[in-house]
T-cell receptor, first 114, second 111 residues
Framework: GAVVSQHPSWVICKSGTSVKIECRSL??????MFWYRQFPKQSLMLMATSNEGSKATYEQGVEKDKFLINHASLTLSTLTVTSAHPEDSSFYIC??????????FGPGTRLTVT | EDQVTQSPEALRLQEGESSSLNCSYT??????LFWYRQDPGKGPEFLFTLYSAGEEKEKERLKATLTKKESFLHITAPKPEDSATYLCAVQARGSQGNLIFGKGTKLSVKP
């Protein structure tokens, strides 16, 4: 099956600093990548959709200047949380797909902001 | 508004006790319905895609079915390792391919 990796798997940062999370599709070229966040015991909430070489499309209520998404190649997308605050602490998960087919998810990144 | 509702929220089964999970959906044109399994602290694992009413797919002890309003995930003779949260999601025609998820059903299988 298709494999998607994320790095780091967990990160602790201080309030006001920025954190970058990488998402890679290891064995296929992903035309579209998605970023989700998940709070404890809740389902996944889509943050943004990105296509290679294009600007990301953010969901309503998601601050695009705070959550910077770059999809520079067909195998790599990055999410940068800028000026992180404790309320940004969450489980961030990326997924990748080829066109309008199933999405394959990464293992997630646990972000804790102190 | 596109919406996915899963029931029950939680399900406890004895090993070998078969059951079904329900996913009801409303969507403005269904492109596909997806089932995923998620273990605690991990990303969702893809199970099935269903595209049209009447379609069925099977994988080991799992079987997914689809009607025009809902999907069922049947679990036959479950084992403790089937314990996980099962997520249902729909993809609407005209979307960029994003998925709309239900809240999931947390399945616990006791030996």
């Amino acid at each position: 099956g298709a494999v998607v990796s994320q790095h780091p798997s967990w990160v602790i940062c201080k309030s006001g600093t920025s954190v970058k999370i990488e998402c890679r599709s290891l064995d296929f070229q992903a035309t579209t990548m998605f970023w989700y966040r998940q709070f404890p015991k809740q389902s996944l909430m889509l943050m943004a959709t990105s296509n290679e070489g294009s600007k990301a499309t953010y969901e309503q209520g998601v601050e695009k200047d705070k959550f910077l998404i770059n999809h520079a190649s067909l195998t790599l997308s990055t999410l940068t949380v800028t000026s992180a605050h404790p309320e940004d602490s969450s489980f961030y998960i990326c997924s990748a797909s080829q066109g309008f087919h199933e999405q394959y998810f990464g293992p997630g990144t646990r972000l804790t902001v102190t | 508004e596109d919406q996915v509702t899963q029931s029950p929220e939680a399900l406890r089964l004895q090993e070998g006790e078969s059951s079904s999970l329900n996913c009801s959906y409303t969507v403005s044109g269904l492109r596909g319905l997806f089932w995923y399994r998620q273990d605690p602290g991990k990303g969702p694992e893809f199970l099935f895609t269903l595209y049209s009413a009447g379609e069925e797919k099977e994988k080991e002890r799992l079987k997914a079915t689809l009607t025009k309003k809902e999907s069922f995930l049947h679990i036959t003779a479950p084992k403790p390792e089937d314990s996980a949260t099962y997520l249902c999601a729909v993809q609407a025609r005209g979307s960029q391919g994003n998925l709309i998820f239900g809240k999931g059903t947390k399945l616990s299988v006791k030996p």
